[in-house]
């Protein structure tokens, strides 16, 4: 080989190891499967929260309720924004990074006066569908003097979750059997009872039960929901 072929062969063979070593050395990371997000409205006065995640998916809750879920990409940075009647709300920058997979239930707090913003990000959960339905508490009722720290009881029973619940906090799921019952919540350490709302609970099934204020600002009217 002539010197001056060499010097031309060379560095293509030097160009090839190169492109070759970097290709074997490239990590590829499957995409993860979207997440399942549920927006549950309990601000003080937006009668319809509209909320767009990720720039493109809308979906509407009216007060007290909570939408259906919808999906979001998971592994990413995810942005919400709020709207009313059309106009974006003040908020805080809201970005969450949800896992491939993940069931997403965010409850929405404040007032157009203010903040709108996400004080609760809680798991979902799916079950057997032979198994005894589960459900969880959440406390989302602000406007409260008597009623600031609740209890939870099955009506003319038992505790129905051990825990006691000041505003914002959230019980574990618990299992219960099939078939109605009567949740009560209740003043704490007192039989003075905030709200009340009958379940037929179905095997298979998991349910969100929260309180949430009916009438602000009025102080102490408590509202009973469950999706």
């Given at each position: 080989m002539t010197s001056t072929l060499r010097s031309h062969v060379l560095p293509l063979l030097?160009?090839?190891s190169i492109v070759g070593g970097c290709?074997?050395?490239?990590?590829?990371?499957?995409?993860?499967?979207p997440a399942s997000v549920r927006i549950?409205?309990?601000?003080?006065?937006?009668?319809?929260?509209?909320?767009?995640?990720?720039?493109?998916?809308?979906?509407?809750?009216?007060?007290?309720?909570?939408?259906?879920?919808?999906?979001?990409?998971?592994g990413r940075?995810?942005?919400?924004?709020?709207?009313?009647?059309?106009?974006?709300?003040?908020?805080?920058?809201l970005f969450y990074t949800l896992g491939g997979g993940a069931r997403v239930i965010l409850f929405a707090r404040g007032s157009t006066s203010g903040l709108?913003?996400?004080?609760?990000?809680?798991?979902?959960?799916v079950?057997?569908?032979?198994?005894?339905?589960?459900?969880?508490?959440?406390?989302?009722?602000e406007n409260t003097d008597q009623f600031v720290t609740l209890e939870v009881w099955e009506k003319g029973g038992s505790q129905a979750f051990p825990?006691?619940?000041?505003?914002?906090?959230?019980?574990?799921?618990?299992?219960?059997?099939?078939?109605?019952?009567?949740?009560?919540?209740?003043?704490?350490?007192?039989?003075?009872v905030a709200a009340e709302l009958t379940l037929s609970l179905e095997r298979g099934k998991a349910y969100?039960?929260?309180?949430?204020?009916?009438?602000p600002p009025v102080l102490d009217s408590v509202a009973l929901s469950a999706f």
């Open positions: 030097l160009l090839a290709t074997e050395d490239v990590l590829v990371f499957p995409t993860p499967e549950v409205n309990t601000t003080q006065d937006v009668a319809l929260l509209e909320t767009v995640v990720d720039g493109s998916v809308s979906v509407n809750a009216a007060r007290g309720a909570a939408a259906d879920a919808v999906p979001a990409p998971a940075p995810v942005g919400f924004v709020f709207k009313s009647n059309g106009q974006n709300l003040r908020r805080d920058t709108v913003e996400f004080r609760r990000a809680l798991q979902d959960t079950i057997d569908a032979n198994a005894d339905p589960v459900v969880r508490f959440v406390h989302m009722a825990e006691i619940f000041d505003p914002g906090i959230a019980s574990s799921y618990r299992p219960f059997s099939a078939g109605p019952h009567t949740f009560e919540v209740r003043e704490w350490s007192s039989t003075n969100v039960l929260y309180a949430w204020d009916a009438a």
